[in-house]
Every structure is written in structure tokens, then in C-alpha cells.
Nanobody, 126 residues
Framework: VQLQASGGGLVQAGGSLRLSCAASGRSISNYAVGWFRQAPGKEREFVAAISWSSTSTYYADSVKGRFTISRDNAKNTAYLQMNSLKPEDTAVYYC????????????????????WGRGTQVTVSS
């Protein structure tokens, strides 16, 4: 599975962006999808994840209530709607997918995802 994240850019604090994660090579309809981010000098951190059926979604506390993850399996694409952006949301955002998530904790763990796309830069100015 090849993943391509897009939709990043420069936005003022309080603004919104929608990131897309387009998959190719095979269908990700039975894959969990996660979004992670990495700011300069920091480790990659979990942002949000969604189960293959969209019945379960997971969020980092820092983005809960502001970000929404979704997917459209017909388009083989997942999304991350980011509202009320803050300067601390500035990072490179990566999408990842995997078809084996054994438990809830797996969704939060970057090591559980085997398929990664290139990141897209999100910069939030104050």
C-alpha cells in the first residue's frame, strides 16, 4: 500500500485545514488508518486513528474536540479535519495504515503501522 498525505500549509491560529491520505496499490477498506505528527526536535506523536469500519475513532488529548478523523473507503482515502489550530500544532503530519490492530492500544502505537506515507507540513502562525 502506498500512502500520500496532502493538504498541509500555512494557516493562522484559529484557522482550519483538512489533510487527506490517499492510498494506492490496494484497497485500505480493511485497514486502520492513523495520523501522526512530528515537530522539529520532538518525537513522532499520535494524533488520531480510525478503524477500518469507521466505528471507532481515537484522538490524542491535545487535539480532542478540534480534530476529526474520517475515511471514505470508496475513494480509498482518509481525512483529518483540523479546526481551531494552534501554533503548537505545527509539525509534519504523516498518515499510516495497517490491517492488523489487535487491541485499542495498537491504534495509538506508531510501531503497529507497517505502511507510511510521506508527510505534509502544517505550520500555524500566531
Amino acid at each position: 500500500v502506498q500512502l500520500q498525505a496532502s493538504g498541509g500549509g500555512l494557516v493562522q491560529a484559529g484557522g482550519s485545514l483538512r489533510l487527506s491520505c490517499a492510498a494506492s496499490g490496494r484497497s485500505i477498506s480493511n485497514y486502520a488508518v492513523g495520523w501522526f505528527r512530528q515537530a522539529p526536535g520532538k518525537e513522532r506523536e499520535f494524533v488520531a486513528a480510525i478503524s477500518w469500519s469507521s466505528t471507532s475513532t481515537y484522538y490524542a488529548d491535545s487535539v480532542k474536540g478540534r480534530f476529526t478523523i474520517s475515511r471514505d473507503n470508496a475513494k480509498n482515502t482518509a481525512y483529518l479535519q483540523m479546526n481551531s489550530l494552534k501554533p503548537e500544532d505545527t509539525a509534519v503530519y504523516y498518515c499510516a495504515a495497517d490491517n492488523i490492530m489487535r487491541d485499542r492500544s495498537s491504534f495509538y502505537d506508531s510501531r503497529k503501522y507497517d505502511n507510511w506515507g510521506r508527510g505534509t507540513q502544517v505550520t500555524v502562525s500566531s
